[in-house]
């Protein structure tokens, strides 16, 4: 539970990189992601590996 609460708040948010809104549960987001290295490559929960990888995002309503 603690550690849940500590990797919200150290965590990145994935929010819409043109309105600036968060992507909420069971929305339809795209991304663009550049593909990293082998070295680079990220683990770990998908909202947050992609808000710190994604060169863009766009929420639903932004689409
Ligand atoms: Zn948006």
């Known amino acids: 539970m ?3 609460i500590k990797d919200a708040f150290s965590s990145k948010q994935l ?3 043109v309105c600036g809104r968060e ?3 069971g929305e339809r987001f795209n991304a663009t992601i550049t593909m990293p ?4 490559m ?3 929960r998908l909202d947050y ?3 710190r990888t ?3 995002v766009m929420c ?3 689409q």
Not at 37 to 40: G, L, P, T, V
């Open 23 to 25: 992507i909420e549960e």
């Open 49 to 51: 590996t992609i808000a």
């Open 37 to 40: 290295s082998e070295k680079a």
């Open 15 to 17: 929010i819409c990189t």
């Open 2 to 4: 603690l550690d849940k």
């Open 42 to 44: 990220l683990v770990g």
């Open 60 to 62: 639903e309503r932004c």
């Open 54 to 56: 994604a060169n863009n």
